[in-house]
């Protein structure tokens, strides 16, 4: 049913304020057209002027030629006659002017000859003789007449007729023929102002008739522009009022009714349509339809047109209609009955508002004011709510109790005095008011004590709609706990005391113990010579002791190998033996000294380097593969391929040494003993892991562990030799590259030590380059040094 309504109401109509503009297809062409109709009527007009002008022209100009043809005809005619007339007159003699103007006086009256027209009689002698009508003035000669350089003059008869002009500047057409006998000439002219003077009162007459037409096509053509425009602009308002109207109706979320009750249709607006989610397909829909839609549970149209049918009542109701994704809105619809003067029937204009937010939100303010209610009547205080006229409005159980109130007694919308007068007010021992409560205030706060020991604060304050609102609070506990703090403040008084008089105890303290702290920093001062002073000592020890150390190695080593003939006893040879071994150990040791020594005068320079840590580890296990041998030991090596660090590659080897030597030493004799090198990458690091399943090391122990010459076992326990610099110097050493060693170990159970090395990163890289070069250029510098003091001091050569 529903995809049926929405399928009934899916397409668009063009109207505005119901008013229906048809959309026919002839109206839709025409209004297509109408562009272009704007534009070319006018064009039109102007073409149809400018025809009648050019056509106009050609029929005056041809006119005029036929004149002045028909004129040159009658010319040439009327010359040749007056030839005839003339022939047997005299032209010479006394008499013979006044004989030819008779003669053509009596042929050629006045009237019969046109209108400018001239007929001269001219002597051999090129004297005029006569002339009709007659000349003015004395007579003169034909050239005078017609000026000279005239083709009509020089040919004369066989010129025929031509056009020319006169002595006096009119254009004539003229023709000359002789008389018989070489008596003279007959000239006839007539001027061509004469000849076209018809022609132009016809042309003038012409004009006008033109130009009016013109004017009267002009003032229909300008109407027609005006009215166009004037019909645009109106449909450019009746668009723009439409635009408004739909965009205050949707903006509004609202729609325009009207309902034709004698027809049973109803016009929708399309701000309707779009409210409920449809699209238009027609320009009315039937009450049907519209039915169709409302929620049955809200009433129908059929109810409401009876009661329309029995009044003339306006229409405020709400219902509810379904929309095209099938939720109902809710619609309040306010209209009344308007008459229609053109068929007399009625309609119900008026609009629909969408009212769904507002139910929604009145639902929402009444389970708010139920849960305000919950609220109120679930806390601890005592609170109550009047309104302006002093009328309850809220309160809770615990103001009822307070005041024994029943619940019939705070009745929302009671008087305070009926409330208060049904209730017993609450006993007050003593009142405690607010300093700073003031006359003029809008809020006051005081405390109370009651007579059963219980103690009530009570705030008051003015509401924004002139009520009040009150709430009582039991602070009983708050109270013996400020009872509990005064108590307390008195203790920490006398508690200040004490720590006053403690405090100058203190001062003596602090001012024996600054005496001691510089006593402690003079002690350490000589306390850091002399360590200064050993290290020396041991470096120059050292290096006396390694002399005649390896004297004593080399003879033990030829004594051992009897390169000079044999020692007689083999005891001898193993004494040789015990001899270069201890030797080895005893060189060992000094070598530990001298690099600790050098590490604490801060004398170590490292050359760092890219090294692979598998060769590294693989370098320091080929000095202790034999002792692990001797001891049955096994040693595995778990390197992740292509790890690599930046070091300097005798210290790395010293400090892979120490350790795996370390391990090798401290790891029982068995199949059970076992020794692990493991190598990972830790971000920018490399993690270096040395385990073994020695006999491990006490916790209180692991402290002091690294430090120069500090052993895990004492003098009298000592069961393996060691001069305890192995660990101190790996530790400084793995310090020196800007790394760290860690160790952790049980006793019983075995050691692992874990060595932090950087990874080579350009950066890095490029930071040891730059540190050899300034190391280069400084060794070079003392070279140069060195070598001019020593030029110096040589004698110059004799």
Known sequence: MLEADSASLSARADTILGIHRPQEAAHVRFVRAETWLRYALPALFATFLICLAAVSTLLLQSQREEVIRAAITDVEAFTRLSVAALSDAETSGANAASGIHRRLGELLPAGLIHTGRQILVVSPADTIVAANPPMSGPAHTLTDHIGEMQALTTLGERAGVMTLTLANGQTAIGAIRNLPDGRGQVAVFQPLADITAAWTARMRNQAILLGAAALVIIGTGVAYALQTRRAHAVDRVCEAIKQRLDTALGRGRCGLWDWDIPRGRIYWSDSMYALLGYN????????GDVNALVHPEDGDLYSLARHLAASQSTVDHEFRVRGASGSWVWM?????????????????????????EQRNLAEQNATADMRLRDAVEAISEAFVLWDTGNRLVLCNSKFRHLHALSPEDAVPGKGYGEIMGRGVLPPIRRELRDSETTAGATSRTFEAELTDGRWLQISERRTKDGGYVSVGTDITSLKQHQERLVTSERELIETVRDLKRSRRTLELQTQQLADLAERYLDQKAQAEGANQAKSEFLANMSHELRTPLNAIMGFAELMESEVYGALGSPRYTDYCRDIRSSGDYLLSVIDDILNMSRIEAHKVKLAKREIAVDTAIEGALKLVAEAARAKSLTVNVDVVEGLSVLADERALHQILANLIQNAVKFTPSGGDGRI??????????????????????????????????????????????????????????????GGALRIRSQEGLGTIVL????????????????????????????????????????????
């Open 280 to 287: 238009r397909e027609r320009e009315f829909l039937s009450f």
């Open 332 to 356: 309040r619809m306010r209209a009344e009955i308007v008459p229609d003067s053109i068929d007399g029937g009625r309609h119900l204009v008026g609009i629909a508002l969408d009212v769904t």
């Open 676 to 737: 692990i090198v493991k190598a990972r990458p830790a971000g920018d690091t490399v993690h270096i892991y040395v385990e073994d399943t020695g006999i491990g090391i006490p916790k209180s122990a692991l402290r002091r562990l690294g430090a120069p010459f500090q052993q895990v076992e004492t003098n009298l326990t000592r069961s393996h030799k060691g001069s305890g610099l192995g660990l101190a110097i790996a530790r400084s050493m793995a310090e020196l590259h």
């Open 755 to 798: 060595v932090r090395l950087p990874v080579p990163t350009p950066e890095r890289l490029r930071d040891v380059a730059a540190e050899t070069t300034q190391d280069t250029v400084a060794s070079l510098r003392e070279a140069v040094g060195a070598t001019a003091r020593r030029l110096e001091l040589e004698p110059a050569p004799v």
